[in-house]
């Protein structure tokens, strides 16, 4: 697989990963920015997710489905590897902008 086609599968696994609602919350996981990292070499992705609180009750659940995004576009030969850091903090200032307009967020301050 050369870069181009790399580049071309981590559109497709970015767009698999924002139809991923986040059960609590019902938005897209890419839109809340809970992806941390999405890291693509030969035969495996990796991606690395943040929760939205320390207790998050609900991240197997989104480990599982954002897995489940990653495999369907993904040759079934390849790894799929999906983890949650604990150690960082989610805050509002990683949603979109849209995202944060709709809920009633303000704008990060500069």
Do not use: F, H, Y
Request: aromatic fraction near 4%.
């Amino acid at each position: 697989m050369n870069e181009s086609d790399m580049d071309a599968l981590r559109l497709r696994i970015l767009a698999a990963l924002d139809k991923v609602l986040d059960p609590e919350i019902g938005e897209s996981i890419v839109a809340l920015g809970l992806l941390e990292s999405l890291t693509l070499s030969p035969g495996l992705a990796e991606l690395l997710l943040i929760p939205t609180s320390a207790t998050c009750p609900m991240a197997d659940q989104l480990m599982d489905e954002a897995g489940c995004a990653i495999e369907a576009e993904c040759s079934p030969d390849w790894r799929i590897e999906v983890d949650m850091d604990w150690g960082l903090i989610w805050s509002p200032e990683r949603m979109t902008p849209a995202l944060r307009q709709r809920l009633g967020w303000p704008e990060p301050q500069a």
